[in-house]
């Protein structure tokens, strides 16, 4: 059974639960995820395989991965999986999980979920090498040194006024003169360009300014008269220009591992922005919207992407135009997020994505 759009707003919209209570009833109230007919019963993982992906393989629902996803509690970052693992498809006390076989078949995993097997209180997975979620060489120029902030702020920082040899273009190991206030000597900044300007499509507030640090730079001295000398350390693909800002580097550390699962967002959301320049998302796209950390939106969050439907004619009634219904089109997951923006990569899409495509968590029905 469908659910139309109407209705998932006017529920999410409506509730006044946490995100956690919210998601606990629908657990509750919800029969466990579907296993594909066709999901293999063994599945070796393989170097480039995704989270994602591999939950796809198993689950009509793979946002609902973790539900049967069999772990042992006593285990740090559980949900890890790495190349060359072997996941195994077992019925343990009655429920269809999928777990990592450890050469003892599905007993192994019964005692791995009883901490039998377990020899310490505490056993720590290292990350590194480890199957991520989605492709992060997808996302990294939105990880490392993208970010969102306060246009205000933003304009109220020193500006590069020139550089040493008066280059309209500097690059890492020139020196460069910024203005404003004064910078402290000794202090390492980063340089950032101004970019896209964010407003929201509902109240037209404006949410946002996207900078991107072009390089650092150590200040060597400073003047009474706010002028300060830089020498740039570091560059990161792009020059230096005139008119770029200076402020403190901002620290904008992403875990590398992101968990999917269904969003507990406030309220229902759109995508603002296609990356890179492109007019329409496809699966592996990169994606804004206008939900962010205010609105509870954090990394991992799956969002169901909901186009409208088109407009047509109802011949029988006078040629009335009727709107018919929105329908799913494709989902996105978070994995960057700022008070009022996130950027979210595009997991699946059945029609081309673009910009007012409408955004909910995905339903459980």
């Not at 539900?67 to 269809?96: F, S």
């Not at 603002?272 to 609105?295: F, K, P």
């Not at 990569?345 to 994505?353: Q, T």
Request: hydrophobic share 40%; charged share 20%; net charge neutral.
């Amino acid at each position: 059974m469908k659910i139309s759009f109407n209705g998932l707003a006017k529920a999410l919209l409506m509730t006044t639960f946490s995100g956690a209570l919210l998601m606990g009833n629908a657990h509750a109230n919800n029969p466990a995820p579907t296993i594909k007919a066709d999901a293999p019963n063994r599945y070796i993982v393989k170097k480039g395989d995704t989270l994602w992906d591999i939950s796809g393989r198993y689950l009509d629902s793979p946002w609902r991965w973790k539900e049967i996803w069999a772990t042992n509690k006593q285990i740090k970052n559980p949900n890890l999986i790495y190349p060359n693992d072997v996941l195994i498809l077992c019925i343990i006390k009655g429920k269809t999980l999928i777990g990592v076989d450890t050469g003892e078949g599905c007993a192994g995993i019964e005692k791995q979920m009883s901490g039998v097997a377990v020899s310490s209180a505490v056993t720590v997975t290292s990350v590194a090498n480890s199957i991520p979620a989605i492709p992060l060489s997808a996302i990294k120029q939105w990880l490392d040194k993208t970010v969102i902030v306060n246009p205000q702020d933003f304009n109220s920082t020193p500006y590069v006024l020139a550089s040493k040899n008066r280059n309209l273009i500097t690059a890492s190991g020139d020196k460069i003169y910024a203005k404003g206030i004064p910078l402290i000597v000794g202090q390492t900044y980063g340089v950032y360009r101004e970019g896209e300007l964010y407003t929201d499509p509902k109240t037209l507030r404006v949410i946002g300014l996207e900078v991107t640090q072009v390089a650092t730079g150590l200040v060597t001295s400073s003047t009474t008269e706010g002028v300060s000398s830089i020498q740039l350390t570091a560059s990161y693909g792009k020059e230096v220009r005139e008119g770029d800002r200076v402020f403190v580097e901002l620290n904008n550390n992403i875990a590398p591992v992101f968990y999917p699962e269904p969003a507990t967002v406030t309220r229902g959301g759109m995508i603002i922005r296609v990356m890179d320049s492109i007019s329409s998302a496809a699966r592996g796209s990169v994606v804004a919207i206008n939900l962010g950390s205010t609105q509870g939106a954090k990394p991992g969050d799956v969002l169901t992407v909901y186009q409208k439907g088109p407009l047509v004619r109802d011949t029988i009634d006078n040629d009335t135009p009727v709107r018919l219904p929105s329908e799913p089109s494709g989902m996105v997951m978070v994995f960057n997020t700022f008070a009022d923006i996130s950027y979210a990569y595009v997991l699946s899409s059945e029609l081309p994505l673009g910009v007012g495509d409408q955004l909910l968590p995905p339903p459980y029905l």
